[in-house]
C-alpha cells in the first residue's frame, strides 16, 4: 500500500506537470477523466490511491500553472490577477524571479496550512455553520468596499458591471468550458493584444533569485493562508475572488508581494479543501467533488495520508517549478515575442473553438476588447473578476 | 531565502510526508473482518471481508450479492457494470458498513476476485 501511494503520487506530479504548464488543460478535465475509468482502475487499486494521485496532481498543478500565466500571458481563474505585475517582470528580464515569487507564495502557504490543521479541523466546521447563509451578503459588502477604496469609482463600477454581466451571460448561454474563453480574453489575450500593438519586445531573462522583505514575505504569505482558508470551505468564493479582495484591502503590499499572495492562494485553497472534504463531506473544486465520488467518506487514516500526499507533491513540484521556469526563461528569448505572442492567441482560439464551439469564441472576442479597457482607463484590472464575483453574488442573493 | 535554502526546505517536508507516510502505513490496510462482527456499530465505517458468493443476482449497472465466510453471511452490493458473479466464487470485498431496510450490508468499493 505505501509503495502504492508513492507511485501514485509521482504520477499525479507528472500529471500536474501538463496541467500546469499547458494552457487550457484543467485538473477538473483531467479529474473527470479519471473518474470515467475508474470502473476499470478499481479492478486493481483501492480509491485512496485514485484520490492520491488527483490530490498529487492537483497541488503540482497550483505551483505549475505559475509558469504559463507569468511567460505566455495564459492565465487561469486562480492565476489571472498575476498576470499584469508578471508581465511587467517578465518585460524587466525577471520572469523567473515572478515565478520563484509566486512559488514561494504556493509553498509558504502550504507549510502553514498543514501547521494549521490541528487547528482548523475545530475552526471550519464551526464557522461554516454560522456564516453558511450569508455569504452573498459578505461578498456584497466586500465588493462594495473594493469599488468605494478607488480613486475613480465611476471606473471600477462599470469595469464591475461590464465584466459581471459579460460573466452572468457567459455562464448561462449553455455553452461547454465557458471559463476558459471568459478569463482567456479578459486577462490573457488582452494582455497579449496590447503588448504586440506596443512591439514589445522580451529582454534577455536573468535568472536570479528575488530579493526579499522578510517582514512583507511573511505578511503576504499569512494573508494568502487566511484568505486561501476563507475561500476553501466559503461557498461561492474561490480564490480568483479571494486575490480581488486580498489585493484590494492589502493595497500597501508591493508588486513582489502581491504575487507571493496570488501565488499562495490556489495552493492554500487546495491543500485545505481536504479539511473540508473531510469534516464537511463538501467539494469547493472540481478535483475535490472527483474524490468525494470516489471514496466517499475519509477516515482519520486516510486524512493523514493526504496531508503526507500533499506536502510530498509540494516539495517535488517546487524543484519542478525551478528547472521549468529556468528552461521557459531561456527559451522565450530565443523567441520572437511578437511572434510567440500570435501563436499563442491563435493557440488560444484553437483551444477555444475545441472546447467551447463558436460561441465560445465570441465570448473571446468580446472580454478581450473588455480587457483591454483597464488599461487606458488607468483603473486595476482586479475588477474584472466581476466577471466571477457578480454570477455568486446573483446565485446567493 | 535562497533558491537552495528553498530546495532544502523542501527536501525537508517531502521526507516529514514520507515518514508521515511510513508510521500511518500499518493502519492504511484494512484488516480483514469476519462477517459476523459486522453489526449497526460499524455502520460508515470501511470494512474488508473474504468469503464465497452463495448466492449473485446481477442487473445492469448493480450486482446483490449474499457473502459467507466461517462466521456468517452478509448481503454486499456493487456496482459494477458488465459483470456477472458467480455463486461460488471467492471474493475479497472493501467497502462502507450501511443500513438498507433495517438490514445491516456492505456497499462495495473495491472488489478482487480469486
Redesign the interface.
Known amino acids: 500500500?505505501?509503495l502504492e501511494?508513492?507511485l501514485a503520487t509521482i504520477v499525479g506530479c507528472m500529471f500536474g506537470i501538463i496541467t500546469g504548464i499547458t494552457p487550457g488543460i484543467h485538473i477538473n478535465l483531467v479529474s473527470v477523466l479519471i473518474l470515467s475509468v475508474s470502473?476499470l482502475l478499481?479492478?486493481f487499486?483501492?480509491?485512496?490511491i485514485l484520490a492520491v494521485l488527483i490530490l498529487s496532481m492537483a497541488i503540482t498543478h497550483t505551483f505549475l500553472d505559475n509558469i504559463p500565466s507569468i511567460f505566455l500571458g495564459a492565465p487561469t481563474e486562480d492565476t489571472a490577477l498575476s498576470i499584469l505585475p508578471g508581465h511587467r517582470f517578465l518585460l524587466n528580464g525577471r520572469g523567473y524571479e515572478a515565478v520563484?515569487l509566486m512559488?514561494?507564495g504556493s509553498?509558504s502557504g502550504l507549510?502553514l496550512s498543514v501547521a494549521a490543521i490541528p487547528l482548523l479541523l475545530i475552526i471550519f466546521p464551526a464557522t461554516y455553520e454560522l456564516i453558511k447563509d450569508y455569504t452573498g451578503y459578505i461578498l456584497l459588502v466586500a465588493m462594495g468596499f473594493l469599488i468605494l477604496r478607488e480613486k475613480s469609482k465611476t471606473n471600477a463600477i462599470i469595469l464591475f458591471f461590464l465584466s459581471g454581466i459579460l460573466g452572468i451571460l457567459t455562464l448561462n448561454i449553455g455553452i461547454s468550458n465557458p471559463l476558459f474563453p471568459l478569463l482567456s480574453g479578459l486577462f490573457g489575450v488582452s494582455t497579449l493584444v496590447v503588448s504586440i500593438k506596443d512591439k514589445v519586445n522580451i529582454p534577455k531573462q536573468i535568472i536570479s533569485?528575488p530579493e526579499?522583505d522578510k517582514k512583507e514575505?511573511i505578511k503576504t504569505s499569512v494573508i494568502s493562508f487566511i484568505i486561501g482558508a476563507i475561500c476553501s470551505f466559503m461557498p461561492g468564493i474561490g480564490p480568483a475572488q479571494g486575490a480581488t479582495l486580498g489585493s484590494q484591502f492589502f493595497k500597501k503590499i508591493s508588486q513582489k508581494g502581491f504575487l507571493i499572495l496570488v501565488g499562495g492562494l490556489s495552493t492554500v485553497n487546495m491543500a485545505l479543501s481536504i479539511i473540508t472534504l473531510y469534516k464537511l463531506e463538501k467539494a469547493r473544486n472540481g478535483a475535490v467533488v472527483v474524490i468525494l465520488k470516489l471514496?466517499?467518506?475519509i477516515?482519520q487514516?486516510e486524512f493523514?495520508?493526504l496531508?503526507?500526499?500533499?506536502?510530498?507533491s509540494?516539495?517535488?513540484a517546487?524543484?519542478l517549478c525551478?528547472k521549468f521556469s529556468k528552461i521557459f526563461s531561456n527559451l522565450i528569448t530565443k523567441i520572437n515575442y511578437q511572434t510567440l505572442c500570435i501563436s499563442i492567441i491563435i493557440f488560444i482560439i484553437l483551444l477555444t473553438i475545441l472546447l467551447s464551439g463558436i460561441p465560445g469564441l465570441y465570448i473571446l472576442i468580446l472580454s478581450t476588447f473588455i480587457g483591454i479597457i483597464p488599461q487606458y482607463l488607468d483603473t486595476p484590472k482586479s475588477h474584472l473578476m466581476g466577471c466571477l464575483i457578480l454570477p455568486v453574488l446573483f446565485y446567493f442573493l | 531565502m535562497g533558491e537552495s535554502k528553498l530546495i532544502k526546505i523542501s527536501i525537508l517536508c517531502s521526507v516529514i510526508g514520507l515518514l508521515m507516510l511510513l508510521i500511518i502505513s500499518e493502519t492504511i490496510s484494512l484488516k480483514d473482518s469476519d462477517i459476523s462482527s459486522i453489526d449497526s456499530s460499524k455502520l460508515e465505517n470501511k470494512v474488508k471481508i473474504k468469503g464465497v458468493i452463495k448466492r449473485a443476482t446481477n442487473k445492469d449497472t448493480i450486482s446483490v450479492l449474499n457473502v459467507e465466510d466461517y462466521t456468517g453471511n452478509i448481503t454486499v452490493t456493487a456496482f459494477t457494470p458488465n459483470y456477472n458473479f458467480t455463486k461460488n466464487e471467492v471474493i475479497e470485498v472493501e467497502g462502507i458498513v450501511k443500513d438498507f431496510q433495517d438490514q445491516v450490508q456492505v456497499d462495495a468499493l473495491k472488489i478482487k476476485c480469486f
Not at chain 1, 45 to 48: A, K, Q
Not at chain 1, 307 to 312: D, G, H, P, R, S
Open positions: 500500500m505505501l501511494i508513492i470502473p478499481l479492478t487499486l483501492s480509491p485512496i520563484m512559488v514561494l509553498f507549510i533569485y526579499l514575505s471514496v466517499e467518506t477516515t487514516s493523514i495520508i496531508t503526507a500526499v500533499t506536502l510530498i509540494a516539495s517535488v517546487v524543484f525551478i
